[in-house]
């Protein structure tokens, strides 16, 4: 029994803290995150209801850790969506383990933070006016030590003339935990970091809709074809596909549009849309035909509006429409599995200022856990108070009143007295 109104009890406060967060903040909605122990670090997946009640730069995302009448705000980092296709290249830092010295010279060993291919190694010694002959060598375990490079000359030359560094180890690709780098020289070497190269193409993960419910109209008149749709929520689009009828060829002016407002008129509503794409479309009995925003982005949009230019041609019959959306991933670190919620939904909330950020790309290459998370639930508006007048019983207004009038008749008669004197 007492363990139960203990659990009760725990609702309960569970329940004011959720309140008191949602009406502090002013979210309109919530769902209860699962945790999953199986990593460090979680991960949630935007589920596609939900991007129509965010903002469009997800200010309003917070994760709440709840425990009995506190609350605790969980920082998290949002997926970046990088369209490129392009290599990037980043700088990694390699972990200085030790520097030996031994009667021939001096040895370092450093570990490297990922597992990867490695064909450079910049190093950054603080000494001036060098020329050093190394040898580096990589190992999996420090125990068992293989040669890659022999005799590498790095060397640094400074004086009223001249400034030259060049401490960039440079060989065939590699892939170990460890490296180790002998510097047969008197001088004490001053290794201050040492660094790699790490190349990578943005991997982006993508959700498909499929529309078949489209509305199409021909006009003999304006000679072209209007295609009408609407997606089941508002949603960040990147790119739309249109399946056509099999046709052997055809060359086409297009343009899509999406619907950014609506203004309610005497004589209707009048929409507002903005272009998508605009261009001309070639046709060779493709299956499908791709568009794409074209400064490589996304737009935020639910309803559609294709015009086919026909000019003297028979209508494209266009049997369905897919809406590409690139997923967009929430990452945090829970401490256990209980107590978790995701509140949205506050158009004057302001992005949040994480320390996170600073490591933010070592976070991303971390392995994540898929959380769970619930179905929405919808939170009650803070109501405010009604203005009450300020004599709301009429009792108090004609106590005052005669109050007013007494003071008025006791002044008068003093008036009047005073004159008959």
């Known amino acids: 029994m007492k363990l139960n109104i203990k659990s009760i009890f725990s609702l309960i406060f569970l329940g004011f803290s959720t309140l008191g967060i949602s009406q502090e903040n002013n979210f309109s909605f919530k769902r209860t ?14 589920p596609l209801p ?14 709440y850790k709840i425990s009995g009448k506190d609350s605790l705000e969980i920082p998290y980092l949002l997926s970046k969506a990088e369209f490129s296709s392009e290599n990037k290249t980043e700088y990694i830092g390699f972990k200085i383990l030790n520097q030996t010295k031994t009667a021939d010279g001096y040895y370092f060993t450093l570990e490297s933070p990922i597992t990867a291919d490695i064909e450079e190694i910049d190093l950054h010694f603080s000494n001036q006016n060098f020329d ?15 040669s890659i490079l022999e005799n590498y000359r790095i060397l640094s030359i400074k004086n009223n003339k001249t400034d030259y560094n060049f401490q960039l180890l440079a060989f065939e690709k590699t892939n170990y935990k460890f490296y180790r780098i002998f510097i047969p020289s008197k001088e004490t070497p001053v290794l201050q970091k040492a660094s790699m190269q790490e190349k990578f193409t943005p991997i982006i993960e993508f959700k498909e809709l499929i529309i078949n419910n489209i509305k199409q109209t021909n006009s003999t008149k304006d000679k072209n074809s209007v295609i009408t749709f609407s997606l089941p929520h508002k949603i960040p689009v990147y790119s739309l596909i249109l399946d056509v009828e099999k046709n052997d060829a055809f060359s086409r002016p297009i343009e899509i549009k999406y619907l950014t407002d609506s203004i309610k008129t005497e004589k209707g509503w009048l929409k507002n849309y903005d272009t998508f794409y605009s261009g001309k479309i070639t046709y ?11 400064n490589n982005d996304v737009i935020w949009a639910k309803d559609f509006q294709i015009i086919i ?41 302001s992005l949040p200022e994480y320390d996170l950020k600073l490591i933010e790309n070592k976070v991303f290459k971390l392995s994540k856990s898929d959380a769970g998370l619930s179905e929405e639930e919808k939170l009650p508006k803070k109501e405010k108070p009604a203005k009450e007048p300020l004599f709301k019983d009429k009792g108090w207004l004609w106590g005052v009143m005669i109050l007013i009038i007494c003071i008025l008749g006791f002044f008068s008669h003093r008036m009047l007295s005073t004159k008959q004197e």
Not at 33 to 46: D, G, S
Not at 311 to 320: C, G, L, R
């Open 33 to 46: 995150i699962k945790p999953n122990p199986a990593t460090e670090w979680n991960r949630i997946e935007i």
């Open 284 to 294: 060779y009995g493709a299956k499908e035909l791709d568009f794409s925003f074209p």
């Open 309 to 349: 230019e026909n000019q003297d041609n028979a209508p494209i019959t266009v049997k369905s429409v897919s809406a590409v959306s690139p997923k967009y991933f929430v990452y945090f670190k829970p401490k256990n599995e209980e107590n978790y919620f995701l509140f949205y939904g506050d158009e004057n909330s």
């Open 50 to 63: 939900m991007y129509g009640k965010l903002n469009q730069n997800f200010s309003d995302i917070r994760i």
């Open 132 to 146: 050093w002959k190394i040898t580096l060598e990589g190992s999996h375990d420090q125990k068992q030590w293989f």
